[in-house]
């Protein structure tokens, strides 16, 4: 089974934070005009409708993975309480690859990011 990554990427308040294609590494990214494609604002609409919909089902849970799968890729969501949405679209899995990588993703996000004295926010 191919486990192919196709893209990450990081969302706040419908602003893209980080984004990358891992088979493009070296392209240069233009982020007014990324946010600003339909396929961005689809994931983050997607994203959105992922969130209210877990929203109903478990409102107590701020932090949690949420997926969706078709047969062609499955796009896995990290939504954190400050808001931030960790969003990886794959390949179509069985295991928990997507949701533990998104863990991870976030853990080092906090310990290179927001522990950093550098950080200015906004």
Same mark, same amino acid.
């Given at each position: 089974?191919?486990?192919?990554?196709? =893209?990450?990427?990081?969302?706040?308040?419908?602003?893209?934070? *980080?984004?990358?294609?891992? @088979?493009?590494?070296?392209?240069?990214?233009? *982020? +007014?005009?990324? =946010?600003?494609? @339909?396929?961005?604002? $689809?994931l983050e609409s997607?994203?959105?409708?992922?969130?209210?919909?877990?929203?109903?089902? @478990?409102?107590?849970?701020?932090?949690?993975?949420?997926?969706?799968?078709?047969?062609? *890729?499955?796009?896995?969501?990290? =939504?954190?309480? $400050?808001? +931030?949405?960790?969003?990886?679209?794959?390949?179509?899995?069985?295991?928990?690859?997507? =949701?533990?990588?998104?863990?991870?993703?976030?853990?080092?996000?906090?310990?290179?990011?927001?522990?950093?004295?550098?950080?200015?926010?906004?």
């Amino acid at each position: 089974m191919d486990k192919r990554v196709y =893209e990450f990427m990081i969302f706040q308040d419908k602003r893209v934070l *980080y984004y990358i294609e891992p @088979h493009e590494f070296d392209k240069e990214i233009n *982020y +007014l005009e990324l =946010e600003s494609s @339909h396929r961005i604002r $689809n994931l983050e609409s997607t994203s959105a409708t992922m969130s209210h919909f877990s929203r109903i089902i @478990h409102p107590n849970i701020k932090t949690q993975a949420k997926n969706f799968k078709t047969k062609e *890729y499955q796009l896995s969501m990290l =939504e954190t309480p $400050n808001n +931030l949405k960790f969003i990886l679209v794959t390949t179509v899995r069985d295991d928990k690859g997507p =949701e533990n990588a998104l863990n991870t993703l976030y853990e080092q996000y906090i310990n290179l990011v927001k522990k950093n004295y550098l950080y200015k926010v906004g």
